[in-house]
């Protein structure tokens, strides 16, 4: 796993890279010592680090869309976005939260409820996923009528089921 220095230095680098690239507006600043250095200027930082922002946003929805296409499920994909370990402790349901993340708010024109979508290595079709609730038969849209990989995920979604309502019945 990167470290948060590593991540603050790979994305300061970053940044001063695109700041040369693009001619953004510089200032000299001393660092303490007895060199200085050449800085993008507070508002040109601002607009580098907003556009690598959404770059890196961009990179995580990518792998999402991969993991899921790999059967990855939105609690492991919460776990992989730190979600499961937040300080506060206070996500009550870090797949939720995965899947909210992934898929954003709901669009106009519609509004209708979120879907992330992405493509299933089994049957080949386009899923739109609407999370991780209910049956898979219902939150998985598009896949191929007799697809095994969505066969395989309503029959543990049926185990599942079937296992709490014994324990509920306890
Ligand atoms: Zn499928």
Redesign the pocket.
């Known amino acids: 796993m990167v470290t948060d220095a590593e991540a603050r230095l790979a994305l300061s680098a970053a940044l001063q890279r695109v700041a040369r690239w693009s001619g953004a507006e510089t200032v000299i600043q001393s660092n303490g010592k007895a060199e200085s250095v050449v800085v993008p200027t507070p508002a040109a930082a601002l607009a580098i680090a907003r556009q690598l922002e959404f770059a890196a946003r961009a990179e995580a929805i990518v792998a999402i869309r991969r993991l899921r296409g790999e059967g990855r499920s939105w609690q492991v994909i919460a776990s992989l976005l730190g979600f499961d370990s937040l300080s506060d402790g206070g996500v009550v349901n870090p797949a939720r939260l995965a899947f909210d993340y992934a898929a954003g708010l709901p669009r106009p024109p519609l509004f209708g409820p979120p879907q992330f979508v992405w493509v299933?290595p089994?049957?080949a079709?386009v899923?739109g996923d609407t999370g991780p609730v209910g049956s898979p038969r219902q939150s998985q849209r598009g896949?191929?009528d007799g697809?095994k990989?969505?066969a395989a995920e309503v029959d543990a979604w049926d185990g599942q089921s079937a296992a709490e309502m014994r324990d509920e019945g306890t």
């Open positions: 299933c089994e049957c079709e899923v896949h191929s697809c990989r969505l």
